[in-house]
């Protein structure tokens, strides 16, 4: 795999031709992390003739490195952290507590604006394919799995186009018979936007943009 990518729709069209297995599942659901992944995920769902949708995951970042997770939030109360961040950088609770619950009230604004009045999918039964950008840590993706796994899917998949070999493998590790598809692991990993010629900042009106285009799509396939 060439790298860096051109953007995030570029990577979504090579990650969704590497997922093409999958095209024709009748069963099937492609999940977007917001914001970043949502360019990503649309282009995976057009390729697979899949339905998109949303799993609203926040990073709690540490206090005095917000860039960096010391964990994850996600709708439906699930949550992960990295015990082993918040003990060298002597987190206290009350700033993890505090931290949880500015970004939960931030999940809540998104999934209002993002969703509005349409309900939530259903994941039971179904093979659900979670995409986001990149995996660094891997702490948005390991919550949104667990979120996932929650609901009883028949198969989950994790997607990204590029990830570290230490997310990768605690993605995997996390449940059973999942699936992590990842076009590179570049060692150094460094970061996610290193890999990526444009990676602006993917805003709320893009997310939105994105949705609606494809559930307008799939009004229209009905």
């Known amino acids: 795999m060439l790298l860096p990518f051109a953007d ?5 069209r090579l990650l969704g031709e590497a997922l093409l297995d999958y ?3 009748m069963d099937l659901l492609v999940l977007a992390l ?3 992944g949502v360019p990503v995920a649309a282009e995976v769902a057009r390729l697979l003739e899949a339905p998109l949708d949303l799993m609203l995951v926040r990073k709690l970042g540490v206090p005095i490195q917000p860039e960096l ?3 994850a939030i996600a709708t439906g109360g699930a949550r992960v952290l990295n015990s082993e961040i918040i003990r060298a950088l002597l987190v206290t609770q009350q700033q993890l507590d505090r931290i949880t619950e500015m970004e939960r009230h931030e999940l809540e604004r998104r999934e ?23 995996l660094a840590t891997g702490a948005s993706m390991r919550v949104a799995v667990q979120a ?3 609901q009883g899917p028949a198969e989950l998949v994790v997607a990204a ?6 997310a990768v493998q605690l993605v995997g590790e996390q449940a059973n018979q999942i699936e992590v598809v990842a076009l590179a692991t570049p060692e150094p990993f460094i970061g996610v936007g290193y890999w990526y010629e444009a990676f602006t900042q993917t805003t709320d009106a893009e997310v939105r943009t994105l949705l609606e285009q494809a559930w307008q ?3 229209r396939q009905r």
């Open 217 to 219: 799509g799939e009004k």
């Open 112 to 134: 209002q604006l993002y969703r509005g009045r349409r309900p939530p999918p259903e994941l039971t039964g179904r093979c659900v394919i979670l995409v986001d950008d990149g």
């Open 8 to 12: 995030r729709t570029e990577a979504g």
């Open 148 to 150: 996932a796994a929650m």
């Open 34 to 36: 917001p914001r970043g």
């Open 69 to 71: 997770a010391m964990g």
């Open 23 to 25: 095209r024709g599942r």
């Open 161 to 166: 186009p590029v990830a570290s070999l230490e």
